[in-house]
């Protein structure tokens, strides 16, 4: 139970919850943990969702499909992050998009009604993750403006440097979760157009890069 809460601890969900009563608190919320191997799916869209998941070992791919068979990936997902609590405060029971492991993972399960309601025992600790919940909306929603802001850029070289600027802070050097296929397919552009794009970059010397990661020279 230590390792877990070890590894939940960094995420906002969690914090304010002491160790002595998170065992309590994973009792309340019927916690349940399962293991994937890259490339399962752990959920499909159109599949009822009903908890909220966070990432105890591994990362997890969040892809949209459109009716055309076009993927697009949304986010990863890494060790101490969530997904699932859109839905759990907007009510939604259907999934629209389709969680696949992305490289061999583990998963921590838990009822989201729990999470979002008051137990009937009145757990000291249930008003702490309502609050926190809060707090977690609001930041995905700071990331949907973000992956909005990269999508309005006309060229794919303003995308790119768009997301490099927003994944690399105050650091010139960093690296990306993803590989060139899902990069590609994160900035909604073609994988040709874009690694082309990355050697003029290169070759003009704004950046240079080794696999996934990067460095802004200019």
């Not at 969702?49 to 105890?56: A, E, P, S």
């Not at 105050?170 to 990306?176: E, K, N, T, V």
């Not at 070759?203 to 990661?213: Q, T």
């Given at each position: 139970m230590k390792e877990i809460f070890e590894r939940v601890k960094t995420n906002h969900l969690f914090q304010g919850i002491a160790l002595s009563d998170f065992s309590l608190m994973l009792n309340c919320l019927s916690a349940k943990t399962l293991c994937y191997k890259k490339g399962d799916i752990i959920l499909l869209a159109g599949n009822t969702?009903?908890?909220?998941?966070?990432?105890?070992y591994g990362s997890v791919k969040?892809?949209?499909e459109d009716i055309d068979g076009r993927i697009t990936i949304l986010t990863i997902i890494s060790v101490s992050e969530i997904f699932g609590e859109v839905f759990a405060c907007a009510?939604?029971?259907?999934?629209?998009?389709?969680?696949q492991a992305a490289q061999d993972t583990k998963i921590l399960y838990?009822?989201?009604?729990k999470v979002i309601t008051i137990c009937s025992a009145a757990c000291p600790f249930h008003a702490t993750l309502i609050k926190n919940m809060l707090k977690l909306i609001a930041d995905k929603n700071l990331i949907l403006t973000q992956k909005n802001e990269i999508l309005s850029k006309r060229t794919t070289r303003e995308k790119l440097m768009c997301y490099f600027n927003m994944?690399?802070?105050?650091?010139?050097?960093?690296?990306?979760?993803?590989?060139?296929?899902e990069l590609a397919n994160y900035l909604c552009v073609e994988r040709s157009a874009m690694s082309k794009e990355l050697c003029k970059m290169r070759?003009?010397?704004?950046?240079?890069?080794?696999?996934?990661?990067f460095e802004i020279i200019s």
């Open positions: 969702i009903n908890f909220v998941g966070l990432v105890l969040v892809i949209k009510g939604i029971t259907q999934s629209p998009i389709t969680i838990i009822d989201y009604k994944e690399r802070g105050a650091a010139m050097r960093f690296s990306i979760p993803f590989n060139r296929e070759d003009e010397g704004i950046i240079r890069f080794n696999r996934n990661n």
